[in-house]
């Protein structure tokens, strides 16, 4: 089975929708509370791509097992050289190297787009995807604590960052 790794379309909304949901309900990974509607998920995604940011996706067998994107860091003209990313996997296709040729395709994505440096902000409690991170060259630069509140518990924000 092939992995490939295209740009998004709006027909793969409901598919990644699954994903962040799942992650949502499921984990530390993203600060929601509640999962999103489909309707969010086209807002927010239509709003990083008129900004002219990519969204990728990874196909398997023509079903979306991951996706990816990043968009600004922070909203002020000083910080457009910079961008903050995200990437996720389907909870049945983790360790197959789809984070991998994501992160890949974003890095290269960024460097065609002569952004300078990338963020990844993850919770303290998600060693694997910090030591992800790292085998990119992503450094640890600083950590928020008690930064966020999810199932009853206070969470640490570790900000990691690659120079492009």
Excluded: C
Excluded at 26 to 32: F, M, P
Excluded at 115 to 134: A, C, K, P, R, Y
Aim: glycine share 6%.
């Amino acid at each position: 089975m092939e992995i490939k790794i295209r740009p998004y379309r709006t027909e793969d909304i409901q598919a990644i929708l699954d994903i962040i949901n799942y992650t949502i309900l499921n984990s530390t990974a993203l600060y929601d509370y509640e999962p999103r509607s489909l309707e969010n998920q086209i807002t927010i995604f239509d709003g990083k791509l008129k900004k002219g940011f990519p969204i990728i996706v990874a196909i398997e067998n023509d079903v979306v097992v991951g996706f990816g994107y990043y968009s600004e860091f922070r909203f002020r003209e000083a910080y457009k050289f910079t961008v903050e990313h995200s990437i996720y996997a389907h909870p049945n296709h983790i360790g197959k190297g789809i984070g991998k040729m994501i992160m890949e395709n974003l890095l290269h994505l960024a460097k065609d787009q002569k952004l300078h440096t990338m963020i990844g902000v993850i919770d303290s409690e998600n060693q694997s995807s910090i030591d992800f991170h790292e085998k990119f060259g992503f450094e640890i630069v600083g950590t928020i604590k008690d930064s966020g509140f999810k199932f009853d518990r206070w969470l640490h924000s570790v900000f990691m960052q690659k120079m492009i």
